[in-house]
Protein backbone atom coordinates (compact mmCIF):
# COMPACT_ATOMS: atom_id res chain seq x y z
CA UNK A 1 0.00 0.00 0.00
CA UNK A 2 2.29 2.41 0.57
CA UNK A 3 4.71 1.42 -2.49
CA UNK A 4 1.52 1.72 -4.14
CA UNK A 5 1.36 5.53 -3.21
CA UNK A 6 4.38 6.59 -3.58
CA UNK A 7 4.03 5.28 -7.01
CA UNK A 8 0.61 7.12 -7.38
CA UNK A 9 2.46 10.40 -6.37
CA UNK A 10 5.32 9.92 -8.60
CA UNK A 11 3.51 9.72 -11.74
CA UNK A 12 1.28 12.66 -10.68
CA UNK A 13 4.82 14.70 -10.49
CA UNK A 14 5.93 12.76 -13.86
CA UNK A 15 2.83 14.33 -15.53
CA UNK A 16 2.70 18.01 -13.84
CA UNK A 17 6.40 18.09 -15.73
CA UNK A 18 5.43 17.45 -18.83
CA UNK A 19 3.39 20.29 -18.88
CA UNK A 20 5.66 22.63 -17.76
CA UNK A 21 7.73 22.68 -20.74
CA UNK A 22 8.54 26.40 -21.66
CA UNK A 23 10.71 26.28 -25.36
CA UNK A 24 9.25 29.70 -26.41
CA UNK A 25 9.72 31.44 -22.74
CA UNK A 26 12.59 33.74 -24.51
CA UNK A 27 10.70 34.56 -27.68
CA UNK A 28 7.63 35.80 -25.16
CA UNK A 29 9.82 37.86 -23.66
CA UNK A 30 11.53 39.41 -26.23
CA UNK A 31 8.48 39.99 -28.32
CA UNK A 32 6.49 41.91 -25.10
CA UNK A 33 9.67 43.85 -24.71
CA UNK A 34 9.93 44.87 -28.12
CA UNK A 35 6.49 45.52 -28.48
CA UNK A 36 5.75 47.59 -25.40
CA UNK A 37 8.70 49.92 -25.88
CA UNK A 38 7.49 50.33 -29.59
CA UNK A 39 4.16 51.60 -29.51
CA UNK A 40 5.16 55.12 -28.05
CA UNK A 41 7.47 55.56 -30.52
CA UNK A 42 4.81 54.40 -33.55
CA UNK A 43 2.50 57.35 -31.96
CA UNK A 44 5.05 59.94 -31.96
CA UNK A 45 6.35 58.84 -35.68
CA UNK A 46 3.01 58.75 -37.51
CA UNK A 47 1.98 61.94 -35.15
CA UNK A 48 4.58 63.66 -36.92
CA UNK A 49 3.84 62.96 -39.95
CA UNK A 50 0.10 63.64 -39.54
CA UNK A 51 1.19 67.16 -38.12
CA UNK A 52 3.46 67.38 -41.15
CA UNK A 53 0.73 66.75 -43.98
CA UNK A 54 -2.06 68.84 -42.11
CA UNK A 55 0.30 71.97 -42.36
CA UNK A 56 1.10 71.02 -45.92
CA UNK A 57 -2.83 71.10 -46.22
CA UNK A 58 -2.48 67.32 -47.67
CA UNK A 59 -6.07 66.19 -45.20
CA UNK A 60 -6.40 63.02 -47.48
CA UNK A 61 -2.83 62.04 -46.78
CA UNK A 62 -2.90 62.54 -43.34
CA UNK A 63 -6.46 60.61 -42.57
CA UNK A 64 -3.96 57.58 -44.34
CA UNK A 65 -1.37 58.44 -41.87
CA UNK A 66 -4.21 58.32 -38.88
CA UNK A 67 -5.62 54.94 -40.46
CA UNK A 68 -2.08 53.66 -40.21
CA UNK A 69 -1.06 54.24 -37.21
CA UNK A 70 -4.42 52.99 -35.42
CA UNK A 71 -4.12 50.13 -37.02
CA UNK A 72 -0.39 49.32 -36.05
CA UNK A 73 -1.00 50.46 -32.38
CA UNK A 74 -3.98 48.11 -32.05
CA UNK A 75 -1.51 45.35 -33.34
CA UNK A 76 0.97 46.22 -31.27
CA UNK A 77 -1.14 46.43 -28.35
CA UNK A 78 -2.77 43.28 -29.06
CA UNK A 79 0.46 41.50 -29.12
CA UNK A 80 1.87 43.30 -26.06
CA UNK A 81 -1.16 42.26 -24.02
CA UNK A 82 -1.41 38.54 -25.89
CA UNK A 83 2.41 38.29 -24.21
CA UNK A 84 1.54 39.71 -20.72
CA UNK A 85 -0.81 37.13 -20.17
CA UNK A 86 1.20 34.16 -21.47
CA UNK A 87 4.34 35.77 -19.65
CA UNK A 88 2.22 35.60 -16.40
CA UNK A 89 1.45 32.02 -16.99
CA UNK A 90 5.00 30.99 -17.78
CA UNK A 91 6.33 32.61 -14.55
CA UNK A 92 3.95 30.66 -12.30
CA UNK A 93 4.91 27.55 -14.27
CA UNK A 94 9.04 28.37 -13.73
CA UNK A 95 8.38 28.80 -10.17
CA UNK A 96 6.21 25.63 -9.68
CA UNK A 97 8.55 23.84 -11.74
CA UNK A 98 11.18 24.25 -9.18
CA UNK A 99 8.74 23.23 -6.55
CA UNK A 100 7.78 20.27 -8.67
CA UNK A 101 11.64 19.24 -8.54
CA UNK A 102 12.25 19.56 -5.08
CA UNK A 103 9.25 17.71 -3.83
CA UNK A 104 9.80 14.85 -6.78
CA UNK A 105 13.16 14.73 -5.04
CA UNK A 106 11.44 14.15 -1.62
CA UNK A 107 9.50 11.11 -2.49
CA UNK A 108 12.69 9.50 -3.76
CA UNK A 109 13.48 8.80 -0.45
CA UNK A 110 12.52 7.31 2.38
CA UNK A 111 10.45 9.21 5.05
CA UNK A 112 13.26 8.24 7.95
CA UNK A 113 15.81 8.79 4.98
CA UNK A 114 14.69 11.96 3.87
CA UNK A 115 14.20 13.23 7.73
CA UNK A 116 17.43 13.60 7.99
CA UNK A 117 18.81 15.37 4.50
CA UNK A 118 18.15 18.87 3.82
CA UNK A 119 15.67 18.17 1.62
CA UNK A 120 12.76 18.54 4.07
CA UNK A 121 14.61 22.13 4.83
CA UNK A 122 14.44 23.14 1.15
CA UNK A 123 10.39 22.15 1.51
CA UNK A 124 9.88 24.46 4.69
CA UNK A 125 11.54 27.38 2.33
CA UNK A 126 9.96 26.57 -0.69
CA UNK A 127 6.57 28.46 -0.70
CA UNK A 128 8.28 32.32 -0.30
CA UNK A 129 11.85 31.58 0.26
CA UNK A 130 14.70 33.47 -1.51
CA UNK A 131 16.74 29.83 -2.49
CA UNK A 132 13.41 28.32 -3.33
CA UNK A 133 11.13 28.92 -5.82
CA UNK A 134 9.35 32.11 -4.66
CA UNK A 135 12.05 33.84 -6.28
CA UNK A 136 12.29 32.43 -9.82
CA UNK A 137 9.08 34.26 -10.98
CA UNK A 138 10.35 37.80 -9.70
CA UNK A 139 13.95 37.29 -11.70
CA UNK A 140 11.99 36.96 -14.86
CA UNK A 141 10.29 39.69 -14.69
CA UNK A 142 13.08 41.86 -14.14
CA UNK A 143 14.97 40.36 -17.10
CA UNK A 144 11.88 41.21 -18.91
CA UNK A 145 11.82 45.29 -17.62
CA UNK A 146 15.21 45.27 -18.15
CA UNK A 147 14.36 44.61 -22.03
CA UNK A 148 11.65 46.84 -22.33
CA UNK A 149 14.15 49.38 -20.59
CA UNK A 150 17.23 48.52 -23.53
CA UNK A 151 14.56 48.35 -26.34
CA UNK A 152 13.06 51.90 -25.32
CA UNK A 153 16.25 53.85 -25.20
CA UNK A 154 17.61 51.97 -28.53
CA UNK A 155 14.20 53.45 -30.40
CA UNK A 156 14.79 56.91 -28.54
CA UNK A 157 18.01 56.46 -29.88
CA UNK A 158 17.21 55.89 -33.09
CA UNK A 159 14.83 58.14 -33.30
CA UNK A 160 16.71 60.88 -32.52
CA UNK A 161 19.24 60.44 -35.06
CA UNK A 162 16.38 60.36 -37.63
CA UNK A 163 15.15 63.95 -36.38
CA UNK A 164 18.44 65.17 -36.40
CA UNK A 165 19.24 64.22 -40.27
CA UNK A 166 16.57 65.68 -41.28
CA UNK A 167 17.48 69.23 -40.31
CA UNK A 168 19.08 70.97 -43.04
CA UNK A 169 23.26 71.04 -42.84
CA UNK A 170 24.07 74.87 -43.30
CA UNK A 171 28.35 75.48 -42.68
CA UNK A 172 27.90 79.02 -41.65
CA UNK A 173 24.91 78.71 -39.10
CA UNK A 174 26.96 76.71 -35.94
CA UNK A 175 23.27 75.25 -34.83
CA UNK A 176 22.32 73.74 -38.70
CA UNK A 177 25.94 72.13 -38.62
CA UNK A 178 27.21 68.79 -38.90
CA UNK A 179 29.45 69.40 -36.17
CA UNK A 180 26.52 70.80 -33.94
CA UNK A 181 24.65 67.49 -34.96
CA UNK A 182 27.16 65.05 -34.22
CA UNK A 183 27.09 66.99 -30.45
CA UNK A 184 23.89 66.87 -29.52
CA UNK A 185 23.20 63.02 -31.18
CA UNK A 186 26.58 62.09 -28.54
CA UNK A 187 24.64 64.66 -25.71
CA UNK A 188 21.44 62.64 -26.40
CA UNK A 189 23.50 59.28 -25.77
CA UNK A 190 24.76 60.03 -22.69
CA UNK A 191 21.47 61.26 -21.27
CA UNK A 192 19.83 58.11 -22.31
CA UNK A 193 22.81 56.27 -20.66
CA UNK A 194 22.18 58.13 -17.25
CA UNK A 195 18.59 57.43 -17.08
CA UNK A 196 19.17 53.76 -17.62
CA UNK A 197 21.85 53.76 -15.24
CA UNK A 198 19.09 56.27 -12.75
CA UNK A 199 16.84 53.59 -13.28
CA UNK A 200 18.94 50.01 -13.09
CA UNK A 201 19.63 51.87 -9.27
CA UNK A 202 16.25 52.47 -8.18
CA UNK A 203 15.16 48.75 -9.85
CA UNK A 204 18.25 47.03 -7.41
CA UNK A 205 17.26 48.93 -4.48
CA UNK A 206 13.51 47.48 -4.90
CA UNK A 207 14.64 43.88 -5.77
CA UNK A 208 16.71 44.42 -2.45
CA UNK A 209 13.80 45.33 -0.36
CA UNK A 210 11.81 42.88 -1.97
CA UNK A 211 14.85 39.87 -1.22
CA UNK A 212 14.39 41.20 2.38
CA UNK A 213 11.28 41.16 2.39
CA UNK A 214 10.92 37.50 1.15
CA UNK A 215 13.69 36.29 3.69
CA UNK A 216 11.72 36.91 6.72
CA UNK A 217 8.35 35.64 5.09
CA UNK A 218 10.55 32.52 4.31
CA UNK A 219 11.88 32.32 7.90
CA UNK A 220 8.11 32.85 9.03
CA UNK A 221 6.37 30.10 7.07
CA UNK A 222 9.79 27.62 7.84
CA UNK A 223 8.40 27.99 11.75
CA UNK A 224 5.10 27.78 10.75
CA UNK A 225 5.45 24.61 8.74
CA UNK A 226 7.81 23.36 11.15
CA UNK A 227 5.28 23.84 14.46
CA UNK A 228 2.56 22.19 12.48
CA UNK A 229 4.71 19.12 11.83
CA UNK A 230 5.90 18.52 15.43
CA UNK A 231 2.20 19.34 16.66
CA UNK A 232 0.64 16.78 14.19
CA UNK A 233 3.21 14.33 12.64
CA UNK A 234 2.65 15.37 9.40
CA UNK A 235 4.66 14.28 6.45
CA UNK A 236 5.42 17.83 4.96
CA UNK A 237 5.66 16.25 1.40
CA UNK A 238 1.59 15.57 0.93
CA UNK A 239 0.89 19.53 2.14
CA UNK A 240 3.36 20.17 -0.49
CA UNK A 241 1.87 17.77 -3.18
CA UNK A 242 -1.63 19.22 -2.74
CA UNK A 243 -0.14 22.85 -2.77
CA UNK A 244 1.72 22.09 -6.46
CA UNK A 245 -1.47 20.35 -7.65
CA UNK A 246 -3.68 23.23 -6.49
CA UNK A 247 -1.19 25.75 -8.31
CA UNK A 248 -1.28 23.71 -11.39
CA UNK A 249 -5.22 24.09 -11.28
CA UNK A 250 -5.17 27.42 -10.86
CA UNK A 251 -2.67 28.56 -13.74
CA UNK A 252 -4.67 26.13 -16.17
CA UNK A 253 -8.04 27.95 -15.15
CA UNK A 254 -6.07 31.31 -15.11
CA UNK A 255 -4.53 30.76 -18.75
CA UNK A 256 -7.44 29.84 -20.10
Known sequence: MK???KQVCTEILNLLHISTKNNNLVILICINSITTALIPFVNLYFAMLILDSVFAKYFRQSLVYAFVMILLVFILNCMSKYTDQCLA??????????EYETVHKSFTLEYEEFDKTDTIEKLHYLDDGINGA???GIQLKD??????YCFSSLFSLIFIIFLFFQVESNPSNFFTSQISTLFMILLFICLIVFIFKM??????KTNQMHRENISVNS???YIFMLLLDLKHSMDIRLSKLSNLIFNYYYIITFNT
Open 3 to 5: MKF
Open 89 to 98: AKYRFCTNLV
Open 134 to 136: GDI
Open 143 to 148: ITHLLQ
Open 199 to 204: QNISSS
Open 219 to 221: KSS
